[in-house]
């Protein structure tokens, strides 16, 4: 279970520490995602976002259409656990634009002031998080904690429950959650109707036996 952890403050590198950092980091990189020093002292690499989205995005059906709420071209649905996306990006690049990329390279229609973007770490057998504020800069965090992934990884998640702006949300994109919401509801009471009537049948079937004449 993840706890929360404030986040650690912010160190900034100098020129010769950034090179040394990035020799380092692709020495150890294992799956040909290294980070490139470019000669205005700009780098740019590789980041992996894990999706974890538990309601439901509205996606375009084609990259072509234009995002609009009453698009009969937009679908939403639940995004699969454990989907994981690579993004290229450069150093300069804020959490809110890779939330941005992420978004677009879905061709997600959802208003991206919905997500936020946290860095997950494991430390002592526990498993921090903390949520991302728009202008850190992810591939900065990477370089700092290397490429391992169970040393630092990130994760994108709605805004918690109590930070949900509903006022981003369309009337179309509710109305869907709240169709959604009964398809579930329904689905999870035929369930529950199934289980008691077969519940319901064993006893009859048991009290027959009991009071059976014999």
Not at 28 to 56: H, W
Request: aromatic share 8%.
């Amino acid at each position: 279970k993840d706890v929360q952890k404030e986040g650690e403050p912010h160190v900034y590198l100098s020129k010769e520490e950034v090179k040394e950092k990035i020799q380092s980091y692709n020495s150890s990189v294992t799956d040909k995602l290294k980070m490139t020093l470019n000669a205005n002292g700009i780098y740019t690499g590789f980041i992996k976002v894990q999706m974890e989205l538990c309601r439901p995005i509205t996606v375009q059906s084609s990259q072509s259409q234009e995002r609009c709420a009453h698009s009969n071209n937009e679908t939403a649905f639940y995004l699969p656990d454990g989907c994981v996306n690579t993004l290229h990006i450069s150093s300069t690049n804020t959490v809110r634009e890779v939330i941005e990329a992420l978004l677009k390279k879905f061709f997600v229609a959802d208003n991206p002031a919905k997500f936020a973007l946290y860095k997950r770490c494991h430390k002592e057998d526990q498993v921090y998080t903390c949520k991302l504020s728009d202008r850190e800069h992810p591939l900065y965090l990477r370089l700092v904690a290397g490429p391992r992934t169970e040393m630092l990884s990130f994760v994108l998640r709605e805004h918690e429950t109590g930070e949900v702006m509903w006022e981003a949300f369309t009337i179309p994109e509710l109305q869907n959650f709240l169709r959604i919401l009964d398809k579930e509801e329904n689905e999870q009471l035929q369930i529950l109707k199934k289980r008691y009537a077969a519940y319901r049948e064993k006893l009859e079937e048991a009290l027959g036996g009991v009071w059976k004449p014999g």
